[in-house]
């Protein structure tokens, strides 16, 4: 990259300034990119292997609510399912990783899941909803990590540009 400039000692000074900045920012920068990285990697371990966790737990629930579903007339699935004994509430709060301000989701379970009389239920029903409401903790932290490492590659990606950008100007 040419630039035009005067030959004169005050530019030389200024060029020298220029230079000097954009060296030390491309090395926080690149201190910057490496951190992200350092920081991205364990969450993909972490997020390989709750997702393994949660998907291997839906299968058993899916699994024991179509065992329900066989044993149960479906009007009597309706009727049972129809007022949710368990509330949930949904929380969100934000933490900064290198600079990326990421979401924290948490839930807060009030009541009882079983809010429907046995009589015309079986306990597939129950063991169904039992696991997917022990599921359901495993789940958001895995919606959570995920959109982490989303927002954390979409910064790596960011500054993986500039450093680049500055490593050609150089």
């Known amino acids: ?5 005067s030959p004169t ?7 020298k300034k220029r230079i000097l900045l ?3 920012g491309h090395r926080l920068l690149k201190d910057k990119q490496d951190e992200l990285i350092r920081q991205f990697m364990p969450l993909v371990k972490e997020v390989i292997g709750l997702r393994k966790k949660v998907e291997e737990g839906l299968k058993k629930a899916f699994q024991s609510f179509v065992t329900a579903r066989m044993l149960i007339p479906p009007e009597f699935i309706e009727e049972a399912l129809m007022w949710p004994g368990e509330r949930i509430t949904f929380e969100v709060s934000y933490k900064y990783i290198v600079g990326v301000k990421v979401p ?3 839930i807060k379970k009030e009541g009882d899941i079983h809010n429907y009389g046995l009589a015309t ?4 029903l129950d063991i169904a909803l039992k696991a997917y409401s022990d599921l359901l903790p495993s789940l958001v932290k895995l919606a ?6 989303e927002l954390l ?18």
């Open 1 to 5: 990259m040419r630039l035009s400039v």
């Open 9 to 15: 000692r005050m530019e030389l000074l200024r060029l």
């Open 22 to 24: 954009a060296q030390r």
């Open 104 to 106: 924290e989701y948490r």
């Open 121 to 124: 239920t079986s306990s597939e």
């Open 144 to 149: 959570s990590l995920e959109k982490t490492l």
């Open 153 to 170: 590659a979409a910064e790596i990606e960011r500054t993986r540009r500039r450093v680049n950008a500055l490593e050609y100007i150089f």
